[in-house]
């Protein structure tokens, strides 16, 4: 596999976000989100690897995927759109889980927004496959590191990483590519907004003459108009068709 491919990115993530994750294969896009930081993230371009790797005490590689796109969220839609692609079960859950890296706690009422780093095609190790950080990794990154994946005296851990990662072998003499969309394959499916998993039909009771509606939806990158709000965010996934049934 060839191409133009030579930025990676580790990112540094919760424990119980990788458990939760890994032991739902099914979810293959998730949302790696950033609790508090609300710059734009401009470490890797479309299709570029992002690894995971989790705080100390454990500071370990525990899987990885493919950078898909940056967007910034209240944290009550960016659960409505990807559940529990967020790595939790409920917005609760999500909400608790912000908090504890946050300055301080989320206000009853209070909807922060988010960083949500969109990553496709994930992989998480098993045990037998987790790696240590990369070298030059301190223990002090809270956030993430880049790195030049093709040259410079990682190439080789790198290799091996992005070899488990998209599970293909990689040839280390030319920069690496992974083909496909930016977020979500091009395919007519009916399901929730932003769900990968568990599709299902969304009743819309505002529609014309007060019937039901059944909402189709297109992957693809689009934008989205937020109900009740003359407001446009950049949501990357969906495209919705309304039919009266």
């Known amino acids: 596999m060839h191409n133009d491919v030579v930025q990676g990115y580790v990112g540094v993530t919760d424990q119980r976000w990788y458990e939760f994750l890994a032991a739902r294969p099914g979810i293959t896009e998730v949302n790696f989100w950033r609790p508090k930081d609300q710059r734009n993230f401009r470490a890797l371009s479309g299709g570029e690897p992002f690894f995971f790797k989790t705080h100390s005490p454990q500071n370990r590689i525990v899987g990885g995927g493919i950078f898909a796109a940056f967007e910034l969220l209240p944290v009550s839609m960016a659960w409505d759109i990807y559940r529990e692609a967020n ?3 409920t917005l609760e859950e999500m909400r ?3 908090t504890r890296y946050r300055d301080e706690p ?3 009422g209070e909807d922060p927004v988010i960083g949500c780093i969109l990553v ?7 045990e037998p496959d987790i790696m240590v950080p990369p070298p030059g990794f301190a223990s002090s990154i809270m956030q993430g590191k880049g790195y030049e994946l093709a040259s410079g005296p990682d190439v080789s851990y790198f290799t091996e990483l992005l070899a488990r990662v998209l599970r293909v072998e990689v040839d280390d003499s030319e920069p690496w590519h992974r083909p496909g969309p930016l977020f979500g394959d091009p395919r007519l499916i009916r399901q ?4 990968e998993t ?9 529609g014309p003459r007060g019937l039901a509606q ?3 939806v297109v ?3 689009q934008r989205r108009r937020v109900p009740d709000r003359n407001l446009l965010l950049p949501v990357t996934e969906l495209r919705v068709i309304v039919l009266d049934l």
Do not use: K, N
Not at 198 to 206: A, G, I, L, N, T
């Open 198 to 206: 568990r599709p299902q039909s969304v009743p819309d009771r505002h």
């Open 96 to 98: 608790a889980l912000i």
């Open 192 to 195: 929730r907004l932003g769900r």
């Open 214 to 216: 059944q909402h189709m």
């Open 219 to 221: 992957r693809g990158p």
């Open 87 to 89: 790595g939790v079960s």
């Open 120 to 126: 496709r095609d994930v992989t998480f190790f098993s």
């Open 106 to 108: 989320i206000r009853p």
